[in-house]
């Protein structure tokens, strides 16, 4: 039978990560192409031990439905967190319980989006999130970066000549695929663009807890007065990716929508891994496994940039991360990115093309990406050394 597909669904392509993670599996592949955590910064015994308590002393509450909002004991001790560590809950905001950050994006878009609309974007920017907006049949506007962030004139314009824009989206912190934070005086002019035009930010913050470097910075839901903020946080990089527990905080009345659009979904977020959440930030010592974790990334960042420093060609350049899980390395405008990518595979090393991260793939790219939390020190040592050892040009 052929199949007559969705318009929504029949544009969309595989993530090139999840293809590129395929190969990654493969015995001796140095996985510079992954995302995940590093293995060593799981609390598994952590886990071993809330997850037995959990089902010793609340095995009903566990194993039945849940509520869509989310397991209220887990909101309660997010919405203190947001408010004391982070100055981000206002009055008018709310909090729900969702599966992982991308859903709260993708919800976000649910309710907000329509077909012909057009949502403003770094380029480049999360491939995740771009498929998400991209599966509403929506005008995806990339808007470049600078080394402080988004490029606040660019945006501006883009403001001023863009038709329905209906949402801006942003990795302030540490953005994946470039590892670049965006500065607070760029916050502050984003947040002042978006009042001045009327116009939902989606600040997906995955990454926020890992800055191992420079200056703590506020996040732009702290600045919204006026309910334009919808924040996207996750547990994926300081407990368990697996788990897949996020959340969004946003004005009362999105977060009603998101619950409604989450009840289509998926009706609630798995309850134990939510119980599990709660009960690591209350009853474990967390914030030392957060110094732990900026420790571990400290360091493979470090062991990452002093081996291209010391193997890479001059050429190329990179981005120097203050914090979370990627760099972003760009060849000379004269070599060939896509075949550097096919020749680094050829010798065992898997790096994300950077053309996987645009808002336009027909554009064109000349940098790729790397992660530094998932392959071993040794890895990182070795890998990055056979990376340098590549001619730029076949």
């Known amino acids: 039978m052929q199949y007559t597909f969705s318009n929504r669904i029949s544009s969309l392509k595989p993530s090139a990560i999840r293809e590129i993670l395929k190969a990654t599996s493969q015995p001796g592949v140095i996985p510079f192409a992954a995302g995940n955590p590093a293995p060593e910064s799981l609390p598994i015994d952590a886990i071993r031990h809330f997850l037995g308590e959990i089902l010793e002393e609340h095995p009903i509450e566990a194993l039945q439905y849940g509520i869509s909002e989310g397991y209220t004991p887990l909101r309660n001790v997010l919405l203190k967190r947001m408010n004391e560590s982070f100055s981000s809950v206002h009055d008018f905001d709310d909090l729900i319980i969702v599966s992982g950050a991308q859903q709260a994006v993708e919800l976000t878009c649910k309710v907000f989006l329509n077909e012909g609309d057009t949502v403003i974007c770094e380029n480049p920017s999360f491939i995740g999130s771009l498929n998400a907006i991209r599966s509403y049949n929506v005008n995806l506007c990339g808007i470049e970066l600078e080394y402080d962030g988004i490029d606040i004139a660019k945006l501006e314009r883009a403001l001023l000549e863009e038709t329905n824009i209906k949402a801006i989206y942003l990795i302030p912190n540490f953005q994946n695929p470039t590892g670049i934070t965006m500065s607070l005086k760029k916050r502050k002019a984003v947040y002042e663009l978006a009042k001045k035009y009327s116009i939902i930010i989606i600040e997906d913050n995955p990454y926020g807890d890992l800055r191992f470097s420079g200056e703590e910075l506020p996040t732009i839901k702290s600045m919204d007065t006026e309910g334009l903020v919808v924040y996207c946080g996750s547990f994926s990089k300081i407990l368990s990716a697996g788990i897949r527990v996020g959340y969004a905080l946003a004005p009362a009345q999105i977060i009603q929508k998101l619950v409604v659009a989450k009840q289509v979904s998926d009706v609630h977020t ?74 680094a595979a050829a010798k065992g090393v898997a790096v994300v093309p950077g053309v996987a991260f645009l808002t336009n793939p027909l554009v064109g790219c000349n940098s790729f990406r790397l992660n530094y939390s998932t392959p071993t020190d040794e890895q990182i040592i070795n890998g990055i050394e056979i990376l340098g050892g590549i001619p730029l040009n076949n």
């Open 270 to 343: 798995n309850l134990i891994s939510q119980m599990l959440a709660e009960r690591f930030l209350t009853q474990s010592d967390f914030e030392s496994h957060i110094v732990k974790i900026k420790e571990i990334y400290r360091h493979k960042s470090s062991l990452m940039m002093n081996g291209i420093e010391q193997h890479f060609d001059k050429r190329i350049a990179f981005t120097r991360p203050e914090g979370g899980l990627f760099l972003w390395c760009t060849l000379p405008q004269d070599v060939d990115m896509l075949d550097y990518v096919k020749r």
